[in-house]
Structure formats: structure tokens, C-alpha cells
């Protein structure tokens, strides 16, 4: 794409960049459409015993 949008995302587009006015719904987690299910890996840390609150900054 000529915008470089592709270029800074984990897929082809983002659902806030300048496709978002084409995207009408998502069937499941839209983590997984964006490229990371954040309560899965939420809950795959917390069986390592890590809080992804640990996480932050």
C-alpha cells in the first residue's frame, strides 16, 4: 500500500488505521484479527505465575 501502513503492522491492516471504515464486524476475539489475543496471553503468563500488570511499566 502506498500509505506504508502494512509496513508497521502485524498484518495487512489495522482496525484503526485507514481500512477501519471497511471492517463492518469481526466474528471472535478482534484480538485475534489485530494479531494477539491479550486475554489469552493474559492468562497463559498467569499459569507462569506472571501478572501481566508485572509487566508494565
Known amino acids: 500500500m502506498a500509505s506504508g501502513e502494512p509496513l508497521y503492522v502485524a ?3 489495522t482496525l484503526d488505521g485507514r481500512s477501519a471504515p471497511f471492517v463492518e464486524g ?8 489485530i494479531g494477539l489475543s491479550l ?5 497463559l503468563l498467569a499459569e507462569q505465575g506472571i501478572a501481566i500488570t ?4
Open 11 to 13: 498484518g495487512a491492516f
Open 39 to 43: 486475554p489469552l496471553l493474559r492468562r
Open 54 to 57: 508485572d509487566l508494565w511499566a
Open 26 to 33: 469481526i466474528d471472535g476475539d478482534p484480538g485475534n484479527v
